[in-house]
C-alpha cells in the first residue's frame, strides 16, 4: 500500500509544526503539502526545517488547492474561517479533511456539513482516545444520574488560547447534555459574574481557567446532595493530538462522503 500523502494548513503553528513531526516519524504517511498564510515569513522554506525535523523536500506554500489536489488529506488545526475556506477546497479535490480547529459556530458548522457532501471530513474538539472515551463516560452518567445532579464543566489552557469553552469543553457538554436527552444551546451557562441568583435547574455549566502553558485540563463535575462525581482527563504531551488526527485520516481514507467525528474512528459509541 503506498504511503498517504498529507498536508498540513497552518504550518507555522504550534500544532502544525508537530503535525510535521509526527507524520515525519509515522510509517505509512508522508508529508505531501505545506499552507501557510499570504505573506507569511516563512514562505518557501522547507517544512521539516520549520518543524526541526531535518529536510523533507516540501516547501511551505499559500496555495492550499494546488497542495489538496496532489494529496490524500489535509489535517487542519487553524481558525474556524481558514477551515471552512479550507473544507471547500476539500471537497473540490475530494480528499480527507481532519479538522482539529475549534470555535466554530452554528454557521460554520452548516457549512462543514455542506462540504461533507462531496468530502470526508472528521471533525472533533479533541483527537485524544482519552477525551473522547471520556466523552462517552460522561453520557453515559448523565443517562444514569437524576436531575438533582448538577453538571459543571472545568478546562484550563496555556495563556495563549483564544477560544472559551475550548472546543473540548464543549464537546463534554455536549456529551452531558446528550445523555440528560436535552439541547445544549438551550441549557449552557457559560459565564456567572456578580449577584447571578441560585442556579438555574438543569443547567449545564462551564468554567474556563487560561495560564502559563498548560495543555489542556478537562472536568466534569456531578455534584449531588453530599457527594460529587469527577470525571478528569489532562494531556501532558500536544503530540496525542496529533497522532489522533493521522489516525483519522488513515482512517477516512476511501471512506464515502460524509462528516464523521473520532467516536467513529475509535469505534466508541455511547458506554
Keep these: 500500500m503506498s504511503e498517504l500523502r498529507l498536508v498540513v494548513v497552518g504550518a507555522a503553528g504550534r500544532m502544525g509544526r508537530m503535525l510535521i513531526k509526527t507524520i515525519s516519524e509515522t510509517a505509512g504517511v508522508r508529508l505531501s503539502g505545506a499552507i501557510e498564510r499570504s505573506g507569511s515569513e516563512v514562505l518557501g ?11 523533507l523536500g516540501v ?11 496532489a494529496a490524500d488529506g489535509v489535517l487542519d488545526f487553524t481558525t474556524p474561517a481558514a477551515t ?10 475530494r480528499i480527507v479533511h481532519v479538522v482539529g480547529t ?3 459556530d452554528e454557521a460554520d458548522l452548516a457549512k462543514l456539513e455542506a462540504a461533507s457532501r462531496h468530502a470526508v471530513i472528521i471533525r472533533s474538539g479533541n483527537m485524544s482516545l482519552g477525551v ?5 463516560l460522561v453520557e453515559r452518567v448523565a443517562r444514569t444520574l437524576g436531575p438533582e445532579f448538577d453538571i459543571e464543566v472545568v478546562e484550563m489552557h496555556h495563556r495563549m488560547k483564544v477560544d472559551a469553552p ?7 457538554g455536549e456529551a452531558a447534555a446528550k445523555g440528560r436527552g436535552i439541547t445544549l444551546k438551550d441549557h449552557a451557562d457559560r459565564g456567572r459574574d456578580g449577584i447571578t441568583g441560585a442556579r438555574h435547574a438543569g443547567a ?8 502559563g502553558t498548560v495543555i489542556g485540563e478537562h472536568s466534569v463535575i456531578f455534584a449531588g446532595a453530599g457527594e460529587r462525581i469527577e470525571l478528569s482527563h489532562k494531556a501532558e504531551d ?3 493530538f496529533a497522532h489522533g488526527a493521522l489516525r483519522a485520516a488513515l482512517w477516512g481514507h476511501g471512506k464515502k462522503p460524509g462528516l464523521y467525528g473520532m467516536a467513529d474512528v475509535l469505534g466508541i459509541a455511547a458506554i
Design 102 to 104: 475549534t470555535g466554530l
Design 45 to 55: 522554506q522547507d517544512a521539516g526545517l520549520l518543524a526541526g525535523v531535518g529536510t
Design 59 to 69: 516547501p511551505v506554500t499559500d496555495d492550499p488547492l494546488a497542495a489538496f489536489v
Design 238 to 240: 500536544r503530540s496525542l
Design 84 to 93: 471552512i475556506a479550507f473544507a471547500g477546497l476539500a471537497a473540490q479535490a
Design 166 to 172: 475550548s472546543g473540548t469543553a464543549l464537546m463534554l
Design 204 to 211: 449545564i455549566g462551564f468554567a474556563a481557567l487560561r495560564g
Design 132 to 136: 473522547n472515551l471520556l466523552a462517552a
